[in-house]
Structure formats: structure tokens, C-alpha cells
């Protein structure tokens, strides 16, 4: 690879970024490498801050959260914050996903509004605690989902890295 090549560098580190994210499949238990995923993940955003400034919000947010999560507290008003701040982890990464996908030319797929589904069902069986099992399938989902998106981001990196 030219190492030149930002875009295709940016590309590929964000297809790996999304791609381990979606194969940790249970968000509680990963702290520590998500946040090492979103890292990998924001370089790959700064690398296309040209182009898009949007995932680089949403990436340092989601850091932002990540760490918070990582030295989380337990009890008292945790209960209902920790859940909170995960979903608003996950939307991040979508919404980041959403942009991104525009800017490689495949914002004409609907596999970002598909992963909106199980990713919406997660966000509300998370707060449930009765709907454990329902909120763990729908993460599962969506984390299959996401990696299409990984795909994705992998074939822009060989389309860019083509292009050059």
C-alpha cells in the first residue's frame, strides 16, 4: 500500500475498528477494547477529516463514553446511567457508520436502517431488566449487522487504494 494513500490508510483502519467491535458481541464485558477499537477507529477518522468532520464528533464522543464506562461505579443512579450511556455509545458508532458509508458511495444500501432495528430494540430491552435476553439477541444482531459495514469499509479501502 502507498503510504501516501491517507484514504485508503483511513479505510482500513476503520473497516478493522468496526470489524472487532462487532465481534466482541457483548458490550458490558469489553471495556478496555473498545475503547482501544475506537481509537484505532478515530485515526481513521482524523485521516478523512478533509472529507468529513462528522465521524470525528461522533468517535470522540464515543471515547468520551467509553472511558466513562470503563471506570464505571456500580449501584445508586448508575443502575440507569450505565445502560443510557452504552446505547448512546452504539448510536454513535451507527451514526458514524451512516456518514461513512455516504462518503465511499454506498449511501443508496439499506443495511444501515437495518441495523437500526435490532440496534433500537437493544436500547430499550437494555433498560429492562426482565428483557435481558432480548436486549443480548438484539446487540448479537446488530453487531452481525455491522459487519457488513466492515465490509464495506474494507472494499473502500481496496477501491481507494486502487484509485491511487
Known amino acids: 500500500m502507498d503510504k501516501r ?26 471495556a478496555i477494547q473498545e475503547v482501544s477499537l475506537t481509537v484505532l477507529a478515530l485515526v481513521g477518522y482524523l485521516l478523512l477529516a478533509g472529507e468529513a468532520k462528522l465521524p470525528i464528533v461522533f468517535g470522540a464522543a464515543g471515547l468520551v463514553l467509553e472511558l466513562i464506562l470503563s471506570g464505571a461505579q456500580s449501584g445508586g443512579a448508575w443502575v440507569w446511567l450505565e445502560p443510557a450511556l452504552r446505547a448512546v455509545d452504539l448510536w454513535l458508532f451507527w451514526g458514524a457508520a451512516l456518514v461513512l458509508l455516504r462518503l465511499c458511495g454506498k449511501a443508496t444500501s439499506k443495511m444501515p436502517l437495518v441495523a437500526a432495528v435490532p440496534l433500537a430494540v437493544y436500547t430499550v430491552a437494555h433498560f429492562l431488566p426482565s428483557a435481558a435476553t432480548v436486549a443480548a439477541v438484539a446487540f448479537v444482531a446488530f453487531s452481525v449487522v455491522m459487519l457488513w459495514f466492515a465490509a464495506s469499509m474494507i472494499r473502500a479501502y481496496n477501491d481507494a487504494r486502487v484509485k491511487k
Not at 5 to 30: D, Q, S
Open 5 to 30: 494513500n491517507k484514504t485508503a490508510l483511513a479505510y482500513l483502519l476503520i473497516g478493522v475498528a468496526a470489524a472487532g467491535r462487532a465481534l466482541l458481541a457483548v458490550p458490558e464485558a469489553a
